[in-house]
């Protein structure tokens, strides 16, 4: 059974980075993208950043410049490194992954950001 395991969530200030890690146990075939996601206290689930397998990377407005995703297809293991946190990137931070089978998301980590 796969799973997907989020790790490097935590709190810290303004300001400040984590670096928020994916991955995932279990054989999973023919994956094509690995995400973050993201979702705040009472509002929806939003895409913060992606990344193919082929190394192109997307990101949110709302954090370009300062997160940078990356993947370790070898590893199925997918990063978030994230800088000059604000208090408006507090939320649960879930990774997905794409695969030509089904998507398969990890359970989520906590990230705030205190001003």
């Known amino acids: 059974q796969v799973q997907l395991v989020e790790s490097g969530g935590g709190s810290v200030q303004a300001g400040g980075s984590l670096r928020l890690s994916c991955a995932a146990s279990?054989?999973?075939?023919?994956?094509?993208?690995m995400a973050w996601y993201r979702q705040a206290p009472g509002k929806q689930r939003e895409l913060v950043a992606a990344?193919?397998?082929?190394?192109?990377?997307d990101y949110a407005d709302s954090v370009k410049g300062r997160f940078t995703i990356s993947g370790d297809n070898a590893k199925n293991t997918v990063y978030l490194q994230m800088n000059s946190l604000k208090a408006e990137d507090t939320a649960v931070y879930y990774c997905?992954?794409?695969?030509?089978?089904?998507?398969?998301w990890g359970q989520g980590t906590q990230v705030t950001i205190s001003s």
């Open positions: 997905k992954f794409s695969s030509s089978w089904r998507p398969y």
């Open positions: 279990g054989s999973i075939f023919s994956i094509y993208t």
């Open positions: 990344i193919t397998t082929g190394g192109s990377a």
